[in-house]
């Protein structure tokens, strides 16, 4: 799968910015990293956009778990339920037609979407409004839980005795 960007026309107003274009980073760096490790599968080759979107800020998640930094892991989980949005939107973004303009610098316009090959390899091909709003409740319920747990991380931590500039505190 040839490098694109999706462009759509309503995106500055996606909660995230920045966050946002920074998925979009990851997802296409995905496509030849999978690409490499698979020795040139197609299948692997597609998929591994969508993967390494949810595979980054999960790996993230477990490390900063590991180590201690629960808010840290927290401010991840956030970042999983943006990539999820953006998984979602761009799962049935064929649906979209005239909103959405996939442009890369091989095909241009004429750019077929991952999600399309991944619908017809996964049977979901006419269902991608289903798929879609599976990832939305992934990225509502990834969102609600971040966000649950950061607040109760903060208020642990602002109700403890923790000295901030303790350089073998783990909390920031």
Not at 28 to 43: A, N, R, T, V, Y
Not at 95 to 116: H, K, M, Q
Request: hydrophobic share 50%; with cysteine; charged share 15%.
């Amino acid at each position: 799968m040839k490098a694109g960007f999706i462009f759509h026309r309503l995106i500055a107003a996606n909660v995230g910015g920045i966050i946002t274009w920074l998925t979009v980073g990851i997802h296409e760096i995905g496509h030849p990293l999978f690409d490499l490790i698979s020795g040139g599968s197609e299948f692997w080759r597609v998929c591994g956009g969508t993967l390494l979107e949810i595979i980054v800020p999960l790996a993230a998640f477990f490390y900063f778990l590991r180590k201690g930094w629960e808010i840290q892991a927290d401010v991840c989980l956030l970042l999983l339920a943006i990539a999820f949005k953006s998984i979602g939107f761009y799962s049935a973004a064929s649906l979209y037609t005239g909103e959405v303009v996939i442009v890369n610098t091989v095909d241009g316009a004429n750019t077929v979407l991952d999600w399309d090959h991944m619908h017809k390899w996964f049977g979901t091909e006419g269902k991608e409004q289903y798929v879609q709003q599976f990832f939305y409740i992934a990225a509502a319920l990834t969102a609600a839980l971040g966000c649950w747990l950061l607040i109760a991380h903060i208020r642990r931590c602002l109700k403890s005795d923790v000295n901030m500039n303790d350089e073998t505190q783990n909390y920031f």
